[in-house]
């Protein structure tokens, strides 16, 4: 049967409790869980050679953070390079900034790690820098072989909503080569792949994606299969909260059962356009 690569979805890695957080306990015990169960993470040229139909190792998985947190380095980094798991991180590029590389975990004085909430204050206060990632820290966990780094727009801007909403193709295209140039500027390159900020995209900015030369397309969107042959412009990811080793695992096994992954899907899909309907 065809197999399916499971994509999981981080934010933030810190003890600070907070919206899409997991604790670094609990972080920590997601990769004692794979590591222990002889999971494998891909990287994105893996990842999308499966879509095309490469063979992987039967149990992989891929692992992303989206948008670039401070917390990804001191706590996130480390505890991949421990375990020898690899991931991604899609950034905001205006988000992130220059200077010197801050301690992480197994170092001193540990920086700051707010909660969600807090950080996007801070972002809208014109304190990203307190916050975000540095590319120093970028560098770093690149040359490490730990992080890919890919594009998840300039501003993270959901410009379908509000005043601006008439031309939201118009800043989406911007954003789109805004980010591209930043990552070519300071990484070198850029890749194929991209994530939705904020999870939303139309048939519209699909389009735009790919003319910008984006092919791999990171939705949030849990209840779909990776599978040979799947539609790179619709990558099913499933969000990771605040929760333990097993309980991840259990979804990453019900995701990746050629059986009763799918009934599993139309049955969450089914309950949810149920609540939207009534």
């Not at 972080?27 to 990287?43: A, C, H, I, P, V």
């Not at 501003?155 to 990552?183: C, F, I, Q, V, Y």
Request: hydrophobic share 35%; charged share 25%.
């Amino acid at each position: 049967m065809t197999q399916t690569v499971p994509v999981l979805m981080y934010h933030h890695v810190s003890p600070v409790e907070g919206m899409i957080t997991s604790s670094v306990a609990n972080f920590e015990d997601n990769l004692k869980w794979l590591s222990k169960r002889g999971y494998r993470s891909l990287t994105s040229d893996e990842f999308a050679g499966h879509l095309e139909g490469r063979p992987v190792p039967p149990r992989s998985i891929l692992i992303t953070f989206d948008d670039g947190y401070l917390d990804n380095w001191v706590y996130a980094y480390p505890l991949m390079q421990r375990y020898g798991f690899t991931g991604i991180i899609f950034l905001v590029t205006s988000w992130i900034g220059d200077g010197p590389v801050r301690p992480h975990l197994g170092q001193n004085a540990l920086p700051e790690t707010p909660s969600h909430h807090d950080c996007e204050d801070r972002i809208e206060q014109g304190r990203a820098d307190e916050v975000m990632l540095r590319w120093s820290e970028i560098e770093a966990m690149r040359a490490d072989g730990v992080f890919e780094f890919h594009s998840h727009t300039h501003t993270h801007t959901r410009w379908d909503l509000g005043p601006e909403k008439a031309a939201k193709n118009e800043h989406m295209a911007r954003e789109l080569a805004d980010s591209r140039r930043t990552l070519q500027e300071r990484l070198g390159g850029v890749s194929q792949h991209f994530c939705w900020p904020q999870g939303y995209f139309d048939e519209d900015y699909i389009h735009l994606a790919q003319e910008a030369g984006f092919r791999y397309l990171y939705t949030t969107q849990p209840f779909g299969q990776n599978k040979a042959g799947s539609d790179p412009a619709r990558i099913h990811r499933i969000a990771v909260r605040n929760t333990t080793g097993n309980s991840v695992g259990r979804r990453i096994v019900v995701a990746a059962h050629p059986l009763i992954g799918p009934v599993f899907n139309r049955f969450k899909l089914w309950k949810r356009n149920r609540r939207r309907a009534a």
